[in-house]
């Protein structure tokens, strides 16, 4: 019998199962930042995490069930994060660039977010879908009510702009790498232009309007 095979025990106790499966999210972590979303594989994963296939879909009915579950986790990790860096005196500036740099201090977390509703909850169970959301919308939730005080918005202006900044996340993904190319080094006409596409700042900017956008708005 394999070293690889051999050391894997039955888990039997909730504990131990509990345990199981934060082993197989750890892998699929690692794994998934090493593959891509094209290169991740259940049968990979298995022999990654050293699990019979036939146990790992006791855990996860498919690779978009384990990247869901990923994706709660960092989502978790996102919202607490995000709502321990404000306080009152926090700009909007100040909040919108600690919210970009929450989103990407994990790279999974953009990677999985950008395909979250086109790709990851079209291939799971209802059951896994529900159990994800009502997760998840328990720490939105939680979010907002913590943020609305300091960004002086009421709870449905919270929710509006939060929402409208997810959007904005989505479409950040592929430039959420800041360029190798320091632009002090490059003459004025072409840094300009190229600060035209600089994701951070045009995420930034575009998530102060909004925002602000909401908060001129009616209550």
Do not use: C, W
């Given at each position: 019998m394999s070293a690889e095979i051999g050391q894997i025990k039955r888990a039997r106790t909730p504990e131990q199962k509990n345990d199981r499966r934060d082993t197989i999210l750890a892998t699929a972590k690692t794994l998934f930042m090493e593959a891509g979303y094209e290169g991740f594989s259940m049968g990979l994963l298995s022999k990654r995490a050293g699990v019979a296939k036939g146990t790992l879909y006791l855990y996860f009915g498919t690779k978009e069930e384990v990247l869901l579950s990923l994706y709660t986790l960092e989502f978790e990790r996102f919202c607490r994060e995000l709502?321990?860096?404000?306080?009152?005196?926090?700009?909007?500036?100040?909040?919108?660039?600690?919210?970009?740099?929450?989103?990407?201090?994990?790279?999974?977390?953009?990677?999985?977010?950008?395909?979250?509703?086109?790709?990851?909850?079209?291939?799971?169970?209802?059951?896994?879908?529900?159990?994800?959301?009502?997760?998840?919308?328990?720490?939105?939730?939680?979010?907002?009510?913590?943020?609305?005080?300091?960004?002086?918005?009421?709870?449905?202006?919270?929710?509006?702009?939060?929402?409208?900044?997810?959007?904005?996340?989505?479409?950040?993904?592929?430039?959420?790498?800041?360029?190798?190319?320091?632009?002090?080094?490059?003459?004025?006409?072409?840094?300009?232009?190229?600060?035209?596409?600089?994701?951070?700042?045009?995420?930034?900017?575009?998530?102060?309007?909004?925002?602000?956008g909401i908060r001129a708005s009616e209550s």
């Open positions: 709502t321990a860096g404000v306080t009152s005196q926090t700009t909007d500036a100040a909040f919108v660039s600690h919210l970009y740099e929450t989103s990407i201090s994990d790279p999974i977390f953009l990677a999985l977010h950008a395909r979250l509703g086109t790709v990851i909850d079209q291939n799971i169970s209802l059951d896994a879908l529900i159990t994800s959301k009502r997760a998840m919308s328990d720490h939105f939730h939680a979010m907002v009510g913590q943020l609305s005080g300091p960004l002086a918005l009421e709870h449905k202006q919270t929710l509006a702009a939060l929402s409208g900044i997810s959007a904005l996340l989505t479409g950040s993904y592929d430039g959420a790498s800041d360029s190798v190319i320091k632009t002090e080094t490059l003459p004025h006409d072409v840094a300009t232009f190229m600060g035209y596409f600089n994701m951070k700042a045009r995420f930034e900017k575009n998530a102060r309007y909004i925002i602000q």
